[in-house]
C-alpha cells in the first residue's frame, strides 16, 4: 500500500497569537505564517497555532505518572550532533529550558532535553547517537 499520510501537525491554542508567534520565529528560529510554524519543513516541527478564546482554554498537558513535566510535543533529531546545536541555539536566545541535555544509556543510548514556550507548553527534542 503506498503511503498515505505524509506528516501530522500539533494544534496549540495559545493566549496570545501575536506573542506566540513571535517566541516562536525568534527563540525557536521557525518559519511563521498567519497560523504555522515550520522548521525544516512539514515534515519537520510543524505546529498549528490557534488563538484561545479564553486563555483559561490553553491547557498543557500535565505530567504523567512518575514525572514532574508534562510533555505536549515531541520532535525526533537525526544525531547528537543536531540536537546539540538545537540545544545551545535555543538556549543562547532564551528558551526555557526545563530539562537539561541528558542521556537514557538503556534505551538507544538516547539523548533529550526540553524547552517550554509561553504558555507552558512542553516540546521536547531528542534522539540516538546517529549509529
Known amino acids: 500500500m503506498e503511503r498515505q499520510i505524509h506528516s501530522s501537525l500539533k494544534v ?3 493566549s496570545d497569537l501575536d506573542r506566540a508567534k513571535k517566541f516562536y ?4 528560529g521557525c518559519e511563521v505564517t498567519d497560523w504555522w510554524v ?3 519543513g512539514f515534515t519537520g516541527l510543524g505546529i ?3 488563538e484561545a478564546s479564553d486563555p483559561k482554554d490553553v491547557r498543557p498537558n500535565p505530567p504523567p505518572k512518575g514525572s514532574d ?3 505536549d510535543l515531541y520532535c525526533y ?3 547528537w550532533k543536531a540536537l546539540d546545536e538545537l540545544y545551545h ?3 543562547s536566545k532564551g528558551a526555557p529550558i526545563v530539562i537539561e541535555p541528558w542521556v537514557d544509556e538503556n534505551n538507544g543510548p538516547w539523548k533529550e532535553f526540553a524547552i517550554k514556550d509561553l504558555d507552558d507548553y512542553c516540546i521536547a527534542f531528542g ?3 546517529g549509529s
Open 69 to 71: 513535566i508534562g510533555i
Open 48 to 50: 498549528k497555532l490557534l
Open 77 to 79: 533529531v537525526e544525531d
Open 12 to 14: 496549540l491554542l495559545v
Open 38 to 40: 515550520i522548521r525544516d
Open 25 to 28: 520565529s525568534e527563540v525557536l
Open 89 to 91: 541555539e535555543f538556549k
Open 127 to 129: 534522539g540516538t547517537d
